[in-house]
């Protein structure tokens, strides 16, 4: 059974930084394309980043581009959020997601999901 485990989130304020990590288990994800999502109250889910299965290419948001960076660990099945900079529109549930087939594209579905980690970024 795979299985996406998100860990990191928390309370922080503004200005500060959270690191979110993704385990995923239940299979490899070595070469296949990862991403990070997230959903503030009375909004949609959105797209955040998104890292290559070889972590060599990456794509953001405009809203998080030059604050927020994804990279990931394939011998530990990890992906990581280091989110610098937080301000109270950061606030939302992180989700982890995972590709099933390799290839790269920056804007693309994914077939497994975590189940989120709370960040709230107080004022």
């Known amino acids: 059974q795979v299985q996406l485990v998100e860990s990191g989130g928390g309370l922080v304020q503004a200005g500060g930084s959270l690191r979110l990590s993704c385990a995923a288990s239940g299979r490899t994800f070595r070469g296949d394309q990862m991403g990070w999502f997230r959903q503030a109250p009375g909004k949609e889910r959105e797209f955040g980043a998104t890292i290559s299965g070889s972590g060599r290419s990456t794509y953001y948001e405009d809203s998080v581009k030059g604050r927020f960076t994804i990279s990931r660990d394939n011998a530990k099945n990890t992906v990581y959020l280091q989110m610098n900079s937080l301000n109270s529109e950061d606030t939302a549930v992180y989700y982890c997601?995972?590709?099933?087939?390799?290839?790269?594209?920056?804007?693309?579905?994914?077939?497994?999901w975590g189940q989120g980690t709370q960040v709230t970024v107080s004022s």
């Open positions: 997601a995972a590709a099933n087939s390799g290839g790269w594209a920056p804007k693309r579905g994914y077939d497994y």
